[in-house]
């Protein structure tokens, strides 16, 4: 079974920077697209930024300039570098992942790591 540990959250001031880390564990897994999604207090769950394994990205339009999203195949870890942060950026960011064990689809979630931005 695939689990993923999410690690970097914490309280950063208003245009301060974080990067989240997020490294996926198992046996006999593969993994397609890696990314974020967050969910603010009171919002719905919401798309941050995707990897493919080949590099491809996608992000969100309110994080576009501001947010990288990597990957590092051989660690099965994606990254979230997140500058220029704003108090709307305050929430709880999810790491994803799309696994193949070995054959079998399945999407694992990470428990969640808690971004707050607040002078």
């Known amino acids: 079974q695939v689990q993923l540990v999410e690690s970097g959250g914490g309280l950063v001031q208003p245009g301060g920077s974080l990067r989240l880390s997020c490294a996926a564990s198992?046996?006999?897994?593969?993994?397609?697209?890696m990314g974020w999604y967050r969910q603010a207090p009171g919002k719905p769950r919401e798309l941050v930024a995707a990897?493919?394994?080949?590099?491809?990205?996608k992000y969100a339009d309110s994080v576009k300039g501001r947010f990288t999203v990597s990957r590092d195949n051989a660690k099965n870890t994606v990254y979230l570098q997140m500058n220029s942060l704003k108090p709307e950026d305050h929430a709880v960011y999810y790491c994803?992942?799309?696994?193949?064990?070995?054959?079998?689809?399945?999407?694992?979630w990470g428990p969640g790591t808690l971004v707050t931005v607040s002078l």
């Open positions: 990897v493919t394994s080949g590099g491809s990205t």
């Open positions: 994803y992942a799309e696994t193949y064990a070995p054959i079998e689809y399945l999407e694992v």
């Open positions: 198992g046996s006999d897994f593969s993994i397609g697209s």
